[in-house]
């Protein structure tokens, strides 16, 4: 596949053939390569390491990772800052050639270089880690996984999604045939979404 056509970016659950066979209901919605068109579109001309992070900078960080810290920071009265995201140190991190930004040897490359002035190799090289959630194992557990089976189960999953398909995503993880913990928080927590907001439910 193209690049265009591959990386739709972080938030990435499900392709469209998955998408059609999971809801039960038809949408216009547009598939995620139309979404990121856009921006593909301004940077042609650029490597595909730079496209894809063009991509992340502004629909992923924008409309997810971002958006999200803010929520749950301002609701649990926390400042949260984002000093990359500085206008100035944006304008430099553009400059920097890809070479410096990714390689063989490291992500982060120039960053991680820069620690190395000031702190051990020990946290200059640390592994990236954004701030992670359990839920892969949370998940294999009897009382969450019994938690998420009765919604994937309940009225409202059964209007709109073909349940069957979900509880085997749900049992696949569970028995680790395969790694549907983002895919089944993604359902999840649009039931309770859909619950918070249009219920009460039966379910």
């Known amino acids: 596949k193209k690049l265009e056509d591959r990386f739709i970016g ?23 390569a139309e979404v990121v068109k856009p921006f593909y579109d301004r940077v042609k001309d650029k490597d595909p390491v730079t496209k894809m992070q063009f991509v992340d ?13 803010d929520k ?24 920097i050639p890809l070479k410096y930004r990714v390689n063989d040897e490291n ?3 120039a960053m991680r270089k820069a620690a190395l002035r000031r702190m051990p190799e020990k946290w200059a090289g640390k592994k990236k ?16 996984y019994n938690i998420v089976k009765e919604k994937f189960t309940g009225e409202v999953a059964q209007k709109y999604f073909n349940t069957d398909m979900l509880v085997k995503l749900l049992d696949d993880h569970k028995n680790g045939k395969a790694e549907n913990s983002r895919r089944v928080w993604t359902v999840y927590t649009f039931l309770i979404w859909y619950k918070q907001f249009f219920g009460p439910c039966s379910d």
Request: charge should be positive; glycine fraction near 2%.
């Open 10 to 32: 972080n938030a990435y659950m499900f392709t469209e053939e998955e998408r059609k066979k999971l809801l039960k209901i038809k949408t216009d919605a547009p598939s995620p």
């Open 107 to 109: 992500t982060k490359f």
């Open 57 to 69: 900078l502004n629909a992923w960080m924008v409309g997810d990772i971002l958006l999200k810290a």
């Open 72 to 95: 749950m920071s301002m609701a649990n009265s926390l400042e949260v800052r984002v000093p990359f995201l500085d206008k100035k140190i944006m304008e430099l991190a553009e400059r």
């Open 129 to 144: 880690l954004g701030f992670p959630v359990p839920t892969r194992v949370w998940l294999k557990e009897d009382k969450y």
